[in-house]
């Protein structure tokens, strides 16, 4: 039973620039070769055509780069990436402490939450063209915001 499950784990892995890779990163990197970046049209309506909330999802969204952000980044290689959020995590906290105490907790929160949606929704079309297309540059939104 042991090798069964152990088998069926590589045949679901597929190569890409000689390294191998998991069935979520497949199907992840599959996806953005055939329908582009997030920012595009054709993957908008790609995505549309998944069915299931949990697909769209995994194609969309990184659940470990929500919680963890700028570890993640770190933790799959992604140095600059990672320098990046590391600026943008330091200015709002700059900004943060010229807002009165009564209003930073909230605001902090907020901060917290929108930086966790945005290392979620970058790290996957972030790590694809780093792996894939060998694109390792600072700036994370490249094809997630803009074209």
């Given at each position: 039973?042991?090798?069964?499950?152990q088998?069926?784990?590589?045949e679901?892995?597929?190569?890409?620039?000689?390294?191998?890779?998991?069935e979520?990163?497949?199907d992840?990197?599959?996806?953005?070769?055939?329908?582009?970046?997030?920012?595009?049209?054709?993957?908008?309506?790609a995505?549309?055509?998944?069915?299931g909330?949990?697909?769209?999802?995994r194609?969309?969204?990184?659940?470990?780069?929500?919680f963890?952000?700028?570890?993640?980044?770190?933790?799959k290689?992604m140095?600059?990436?990672a320098l990046?959020?590391?600026g943008?995590?330091?200015?709002?906290?700059?900004?943060l402490?010229?807002?009165?105490?009564?209003?930073?907790d909230?605001?902090?929160n907020g901060?917290?939450?929108?930086?966790?949606?945005?290392?979620?929704?970058?790290?996957?079309?972030?790590?694809?063209?780093?792996?894939?297309?060998?694109?390792?540059?600072?700036?994370?939104?490249?094809g997630v915001?803009?074209?």
């Open positions: 039973m042991q090798q069964e499950t088998s069926q784990k590589f679901n892995q597929q190569q890409f620039n000689g390294k191998l890779y998991d979520v990163w497949t992840r990197f599959n996806f953005f070769q055939k329908n582009g970046g997030p920012a595009t049209s054709s993957y908008k309506e995505l549309k055509q998944l069915d909330f949990l697909k769209k999802a194609i969309n969204m990184n659940f470990y780069a929500f963890f952000g700028l570890i993640y980044f770190l933790i290689g140095y600059k990436g990046t959020l590391l943008i995590y330091f200015v709002l906290a700059v900004i402490m010229f807002v009165p105490d009564a209003i930073a909230a605001l902090g901060i917290g939450i929108a930086s966790g949606i945005l290392s979620g929704m970058t790290a996957n079309y972030t790590f694809y063209r780093k792996e894939v297309l060998g694109e390792d540059d600072f700036n994370i939104f490249k915001l803009t074209k």
